[in-house]
Every structure is written in structure tokens, then in C-alpha cells.
């Protein structure tokens, strides 16, 4: 810990405390509300002095021919960027330039996120060599659609970062191919360009329109919103299915919010039906995803049991209790239970075959409306939106732990969901001109953390 003076405009001399590591400057007051723990930043050295980007845009604007291009970008540094280029001969060029670091084979979602710095496991191996950047001249389509759209596939094998091509399109290029594919034989370029600029056309949004329409064509009957009310109480988020009558929040939690397997089976019959100009795919998507969703019921209650195993264990008398699949799937479950005015909070990881397998977590007390200060009860807004929030998360509220003015969701946390910390709240602050405002907690190591919670490697 030490001590530094700093001119702030305006007001003169600041005293400012900081705190170093050995790692680096510690960053930790400067991160989002939540985050837990301490948090250096390290710096690497990265910039060169032997080399000038400078320099090497200068050689870029003379090159006469390719050999001279490639030449002259050896000089590029920083930032990384996508090169595309013509040459004198008509030839398409495109390469990639700057430096690139060669990441760890280690590191998660390929060095793309924060890494450890305490650990020598997650460091750059060494910097891309320019020879071994990927380069592609004149490609069999003809051309090159825009620098971004990389035409990179999986012939080259090291990870350049966001964004890499691998064959597949962004909206924009398969936008522009659509354009270069509609041109007669013979165009004027001046034509094509005029297209390019002018053209506004969201291809995604387009075909997601035509093909919902084409579905409902399909269809004997109306397609109506009353599925998805149905499909959302089957989720730990819940809905009001019996509303007017009743504002009564229905959640039967067998299935995560965000579940690809199940939006994948309904994705893919519903494109087969749309293809085949055939119900058959849809139909045996809704039957396959109806067989998921009971899967999910299996697995919750084979969570409930071990829960209620644990609970057992621990000499505790249940009072209440439930388990929410944690997204991505039905296999690790959030767990809660209620005893003696304290809610357990832990993860359930429930393989299709095998034992499930407890991780114990920890223990808040439940917060009601009587626990509340005097000062969230004299303020009509703050009460309301506690409400509100509590009838929201079905009674699974308490004080975030780092955060005493944040009430949080038990349903669901970061971290591989062993944690009384919650994924969101809200926070109060009664009187002041904006009483009540969101809360999300930072993933920090939340998004790591549960997938090796998926794949039973923590």
C-alpha cells in the first residue's frame, strides 16, 4: 500500500492511496459491484521498438506488387488487423497483420476472457510469426466480400480471436454475396458499388420473418402465443398461466431458461418442415422436445432427493425447498431449502447415467418483509418494488452478502452456482431521488466456473 499526489484539474493536489502486487496494480475498486475477492491487473510488455506501424503503412501505400505488400507489413506492430488487397495483375490478397499472441492451449474460450495470472499455465506461449499468419491469394469464389468476413477455415489450426471467418458468413458478407450473386454477367463496377452503399437489408431478420410466415402457412390452425405461456411454466422463471383469475406465478422449473438441446431438437424440426414443405419434422421435434422436458422432470426430482439427502445429513428439519436447472441444461441443478429461517444454497450435478453428486454451499437467512429497515417500510416505492422482486423470485430473497443494500435472487448464481451470491437483484435506497434501480452481478469467473460445474470438472 502507498500513497501518490495527483493534479486533478479544478482541485489541485489529491493524496490517492493505491495498492500494488506482485502481479500488478490492484484493480479491484475500479471492477462492478459484486465481485468478490481481489483483482490485479498485470501488464505485458507488448508494444516493440524495432518495428513501426508506421513504417509499414508507408511501404503499404508504395507496394507495387504483392511481394513488395507482404514486404513492407512485416513492420506493422499494433493494432492487429484484417489486410485485403488487389494487385497490379487483377490478383485478391488478404493476410492478416500485427502481433497476434500464440495462446495457451490452457486458456478458456481460447484466452478471449481474463485469465489467472497466478498460474504460468494460462501465459502466451510467443508472439504468431509473420510467416505462419494466415494468407489467402485469389480464393476460388472470385472475391473477398470485406476485411472482417475472414476467409480463414479450418485448414489454418491457431486461434486469432473474434471474429474468425471459418467459412461461415456474418450478416453483412452473406448480405454482399447475396448482391454479387444477383449481377448479370457484365456490370459497370460503379453499379456494384452503388448497391453495396445503398443497400439496407437484414438478411437474418428477412428469412426469420419469411420462414415464420411459411410455418403458420403450414399449419391447419392459427399459430397463437398460448404455447409459449405454457412452455414458460415450465421453466424456473414462471408465468401467470392462470391469469385473470389468478396472479399466481406458475413455475415448475424441469427446464433452464436458456437451453440449447431443447431449442436446438424445435429449431431444427421446424427448418426440416420448413424445407420438406412438411409438419411430419415438426410434429416429431414437439414430440422429442415434450420427451426433454420430462427428462427434466427426473432430473429435478432426483436433485430434490439428493438435496433432501444432504439436508438429512446436516441434522436439518426442511421446511421448504425446490432446485433450478442451471443454464445451459438439465444437468447441474441450483438448489435451496429453507430451515429454521436460513436458506441452503447448493449444486446439484445430475448425470442422464450415474449418481448425482452434492456440492455443498452456503446459508443466508431469508429475507421477508418484516426483516426490512423502517426506512424501506416508510417509502411507498421501495416497498412496492421489494414486492414486486420477492413475488417475482417466488420468496427466494436475501441480502447479497457484499452488498448490504442489494435484496438478490437465490434462484440463480454465478460462480458454479455453490454460492449464496446471486446472478441479480435490486438495490434499495429509500428517500433518495431514484429509490430503486437493477442490480447484475459481474461474471467474472461465473462463466468458467459453470462449465466445468457441466462437465464435473471442479
Known amino acids: 500500500v502507498d500513497t501518490e499526489i495527483m493534479l486533478v484539474a479544478g482541485a489541485g493536489e489529491r493524496e490517492v492511496e493505491y495498492r500494488e502486487s506482485r502481479w500488478g496494480p490492484v484493480i479491484t475498486a475500479l471492477l462492478e459491484p459484486g465481485v468478490t475477492g481481489e483483482y490485479a491487473l498485470q501488464g505485458l ?12 503503412m508507408v511501404g503499404m501505400m508504395r507496394a507495387t506488387d504483392l511481394d513488395a505488400l507482404r514486404e513492407a507489413i512485416v513492420d506493422w506492430s499494433t493494432p492487429s488487423a484484417n489486410l485485403v488487397a488487389a494487385g497490379p495483375g487483377g490478383q485478391i490478397f488478404y493476410t492478416v ?7 495457451s492451449p490452457l486458456s478458456p474460450l481460447g484466452g478471449m476472457i481474463a485469465q489467472d495470472g497466478s498460474s504460468t499455465a494460462y501465459d502466451w506461449v510467443d508472439l504468431i510469426p509473420n510467416d505462419y499468419k494466415p494468407w489467402v491469394l485469389d480464393p476460388a469464389a472470385g472475391y473477398l466480400l470485406s476485411a472482417n468476413h475472414r476467409p480463414v477455415a479450418d485448414w489454418y489450426p491457431l486461434p486469432l480471436g473474434v471474429g474468425q471467418g471459418g467459412g461461415g458468413d456474418t450478416l453483412r458478407s452473406r448480405r454482399l454475396r ?52 405454457l412452455l414458460d411454466a415450465f421453466t424456473s422463471y414462471g408465468t401467470m398461466l392462470l391469469w385473470p383469475f389468478s396472479d399466481a406465478r406458475i413455475a415448475w422449473s424441469w427446464v433452464a431458461i436458456v437451453d440449447p438441446i431443447y431449442t436446438g431438437i424445435l429449431a431444427v424440426g421446424v427448418i426440416a418442415a420448413a424445407r420438406r414443405l412438411s409438419a411430419r419434422p415438426a410434429r416429431l421435434a414437439l414430440l422429442l422436445s415434450s420427451l426433454y422436458l420430462l427428462l427434466g422432470f427426473v432430473q429435478r426430482s432426483r436433485a430434490l432427493e439428493a438435496t433432501r439427502a444432504l439436508a438429512q445429513r446436516r441434522g436439518h428439519a426442511v421446511e421448504r425447498i425446490d432446485a433450478f436447472p442451471s443454464p445451459p441444461s438439465n444437468l447441474v441443478w441450483r438448489t435451496t431449502y429453507l430451515t429454521e429461517g436460513r436458506v441452503f444454497v447448493d449444486r446439484v450435478r445430475v448425470p442422464w447415467w450415474g449418481p448425482a453428486a452434492t456440492r455443498p454451499g452456503g446459508s443466508t437467512p431469508l429475507l421477508t418483509e418484516a426483516e426490512l429497515p423502517a426506512a424501506i417500510h416508510d417509502d411507498a416505492r421501495t416497498l412496492a418494488a421489494f414486492r414486486l422482486f420477492r413475488w417475482f423470485a417466488g420468496g427466494w430473497v436475501a441480502w447479497e452478502p457484499q452488498h448490504p443494500d442489494v435484496v438478490g435472487d437465490l434462484r440463480y448464481g454465478h460462480e458454479g452456482d455453490a454460492s449464496v451470491a446471486s446472478m441479480w437483484g435490486v438495490q434499495l435506497r429509500p428517500g433518495e431521488a431514484v429509490p430503486v434501480s437493477a442490480y447484475r452481478a459481474p461474471m467474472g469467473e461465473g462463466l468458467s466456473a459453470r462449465w466445468d460445474a457441466l462437465w464435473g470438472r471442479d
Open 45 to 56: 510488455p507488448f508494444a516493440v521498438t524495432d518495428r513501426d506501424p508506421f513504417v509499414a
Open 178 to 229: 447475396e448482391l454479387l450473386q444477383a449481377l448479370p454477367a457484365t456490370v459497370e463496377p460503379q453499379a456494384v458499388l452503388d448497391d453495396v452503399q445503398w443497400d439496407c437489408v437484414n438478411a437474418a431478420r428477412r428469412d426469420l420473418v419469411a420462414l415464420g410466415a411459411h410455418v403458420r402457412a403450414l399449419q391447419p390452425g392459427r399459430l397463437s402465443p398460448d404455447t409459449h405461456a
Open 97 to 103: 497483420v500485427g502481433d497476434i499472441p500464440l495462446r
